[in-house]
């Protein structure tokens, strides 16, 4: 497991092309949910971004590019949840989704909840794919505010180019990283 307490980890690469469509799987045990954790975030300062907000007594947040409105949120509350315990997160998100089952979904140990009023997967108005090839994605911090780093243990740090299925996405929860070969 890794420790980011206040620690970054980036990665650039150029097999890396998720902004259409893809899969994010991570275990997460956050130490302070008082304040917004930084999950993901990229390339550079832009784009795709996952993150806890302390809304509501917790919400996660999920937003597939800075055009339009292209975020969700879950309504909570996660932040008892979350806080000095395991849990799986998963966001799945499709741009050529053509109905509610698709867009961007969040899903926390394998249970998709509610989502906040105006900020469901129906409300997302995604207007162009976020270019993720050779962009450097941040892990456990925003590059453009410093005090949304992560604090807490992150695992099992998984990104695939497809939306996976239910069965495939419990598998990886229940089983691991490993047991999904893309």
């Not at 008082?34 to 300062?45: A, L, Y």
């Not at 879950?74 to 499709?94: F, K, V």
């Not at 090839?133 to 505010?145: A, I, Q, S, T």
């Amino acid at each position: 497991r890794a420790a980011l307490a206040g620690g970054t980890v980036c990665r650039r690469s150029s097999d890396f092309n998720v902004g259409e469509r893809g899969t994010l799987n991570f275990w997460v045990r956050m130490h302070d949910t008082s304040r917004r954790n930084q999950f993901f975030e990229g390339p550079d300062n832009a784009g795709m971004e996952f993150q806890f907000r302390n809304n509501s007594s917790g919400q996660l947040y999920g937003r597939t590019t800075t055009a339009g409105g292209d975020f969700v949120i879950r309504s909570g509350p996660d932040g008892a949840t979350l806080l000095n315990t395991w849990r799986n997160i998963q966001y799945t998100w499709d741009f050529n989704a053509t109905n509610a089952v698709g867009k961007m979904r969040i899903y926390v140990d394998g249970v998709e909840s509610g989502y906040l009023a105006g900020s469901t997967p129906n409300d997302l108005t995604w207007t162009a794919i976020t270019d993720t090839v050779n962009g450097l994605m941040n892990v456990g911090r925003d590059p453009g505010d410093l005090t949304r780093s992560f604090d807490g243990l992150m695992d099992d740090i998984a990104w695939y180019d497809q939306v996976l299925t239910a069965g495939d996405r419990d598998s990886i929860r229940t089983s691991g990283v490993t047991a999904h070969n893309d």
